[in-house]
């Protein structure tokens, strides 16, 4: 793929001037100095191995406990029956097994030298090395995914996290343009996109969801509810990742289940075991017939997990099920995986906001001010930005696009804000491959403008959250896509939801 890189340099330049923007994450702090210490020792690209760390476990070690797959440290190295990356980062590092568990500095250089050698089987030269788009095989890899669908859905996240930017424990990473150049991934099917011509076969249970099946050693071929009556919704937490977990449950070593996953970024909900079926999650088989299991993506231990999007697309999800089959919507029939009879975990924990989950499955915590702007009313572009109806993937009747260009042309979505706030943005776009590999939106937060890169060839036909940003009250412009990158394709302009948290 064609890499412009003095348009990069240039652009990216004016864009950081434009937003404030630093061009490098944070490094004053000893989770950056590890970082920049396991990246320089084994030339990996230090803010994509942030990334990875970041999409796996927020950069938290869980003080060297494994996650549910058996994966430790902030760089989730799993030792389980089918997958040794931990034994792998031993051999590679010459450190020992347990300190590489337990230590934050050594399983960071662990992850390094892991990825490293799965970029060294890919043959990336010393020149390849140097950009992070060309990195995403080797991520991919690092996943351990069962399928090559997951394994676009592990690294597409991690990709996205680099568009996004992100900060946590004292570590921040800046947006930047980045092009993914996914190789034999490009065609593999885009699990974050909404299939508009899915089958019935392949549909899941639930309209919102992602159908991905478990391994069938992981669950029981039921016919609920004539065989038993479903009466409870069990409330879980993944330990471990969204795309790990799902990968997790169609490993047939698992020997665990659940019914349906959620995405803690954007309440992305893939299902996994068909409702009528008994998934194995409870730990417990009278419930594991009686009941639908929920696992969300996180950990215990960590309240950064449990947002808002989560919360809301969770509980939409329960209410379409207690709907279904006649479930009364309290905290009698409506439980933690800790309150099953004989249970020995304790998710949901102690961060679980039981009373704002419960009250939005009930329609009590509906009263957040939303607004949804399509390409149309309080929408404005030059006339550089074409209409198309083209994709299916569509919101409403059309969307604008243009190409990219090294000048300043956004197009902008206006909104009145009723109060100065904390603010959840989302956009919807479709997707295609021949769609802009990192569009710039640009958002009018209270502190200046504040631009993320999103890749538009994915991910499409859903809201996808962009960040939560603190925006002032009043009638303005408040989101952008910008024209001014240098990725590839046409930037798309659809359609912005604009939340108050």
């Not at 990725?487 to 939340?499: C, P, Q």
């Amino acid at each position: 793929m064609t890499r412009l890189a003095a348009l990069v340099a240039s652009a990216l330049s004016a864009l950081l001037v434009l937003t404030g923007q630093p061009a490098v994450a944070d490094r004053a702090t000893p989770l950056g100095a590890a970082f920049d210490k396991a990246a320089a020792a084994h030339d990996v690209p230090r803010d994509l191995l942030a990334a990875i760390a970041y999409a796996e476990t927020h950069l938290d070690g869980h003080n060297g406990e494994p996650s549910a797959s058996g994966g430790y440290g902030v760089m989730h190295l799993v030792s389980n029956p089918t997958t040794h990356t931990l034994e792998k980062a031993a051999e590679l590092t010459g450190l020992p097994v347990e300190k590489l568990r337990a230590d934050t500095e050594a399983n960071i250089l662990g992850g390094a030298a892991v990825l490293r050698s799965l970029a060294d089987g890919l043959g990336l030269d010393e020149a390849a090395r140097k950009e992070e788009g060309r990195w995403y095989e080797a991520v991919a890899a690092y996943g351990n995914a069962t399928s090559p669908e997951l394994a676009r859905l592990y690294a597409d996240a991690v990709y996205e996290m680099l568009g996004l930017g992100f900060k946590a424990k004292g570590l921040r990473v800046a947006p930047r343009e980045v092009t993914a150049e996914r190789g034999r991934y490009a065609t593999v099917k885009d699990l974050n996109a909404k299939d508009t011509n899915a089958v019935a076969a392949a549909s899941p249970d639930y309209p919102n969801a992602s159908w991905v099946p478990a391994s069938s050693s992981n669950y029981t071929a039921s016919s609920r509810p004539s065989s038993y009556a479903i009466d409870r919704v069990v409330i879980h937490v993944t330990q471990g990742s969204y795309a790990g977990t799902i990968s997790w449950f169609q490993n047939p070593s698992a020997q665990v289940s659940a019914h349906y996953v959620v995405r803690s970024s954007d309440g992305a909900i893939t299902q996994m075991v068909r409702e009528k079926d008994v998934a194995w999650h409870a730990g417990n088989w009278s419930y594991n017939t009686r009941s639908i299991g929920i696992e969300h993506e996180g950990f215990i231990s960590d309240a950064s997990w449990f947002t808002d999007a989560m919360y809301r697309a969770s509980a939409a999800l329960t209410r379409n099920i207690c709907d279904k089959y006649g479930i009364p919507k309290d905290r009698a029939h409506i439980i933690g995986h800790n309150e099953v009879p004989g249970a020995t975990h304790t998710d949901p924990g102690q961060y679980w906001n039981w009373t704002t989950y419960m009250s939005y499955v009930t329609g009590g915590g509906g009263g957040s001010w939303s607004t949804t702007i399509d390409n149309t009313g309080a929408f404005t572009a030059s006339g550089n930005w074409g209409t198309s109806s083209y994709s299916a993937q569509r919101y409403g009747a059309d969307y604008r696009f243009a190409n990219p260009v090294a000048a300043s042309d956004p197009a902008w979505y206006r909104a009145n804000l009723p109060s100065m706030g904390s603010y959840r943005v989302e956009v919807w776009y479709p997707s295609d491959p021949g769609y802009n590999s990192s569009a710039p939106y640009i958002v009018a937060t209270s502190s200046g403008n504040q631009t993320v890169y999103v890749d538009q060839r994915s991910g499409g036909g859903g809201w996808r959250s962009i960040g939560t940003f603190t925006l002032n009250a009043g009638d303005r412009d408040v989101v952008g896509v910008s024209r001014w990158t240098s990725g590839t394709g046409y930037v798309i302009a659809d359609a912005v939801r604009i939340t108050r948290l």
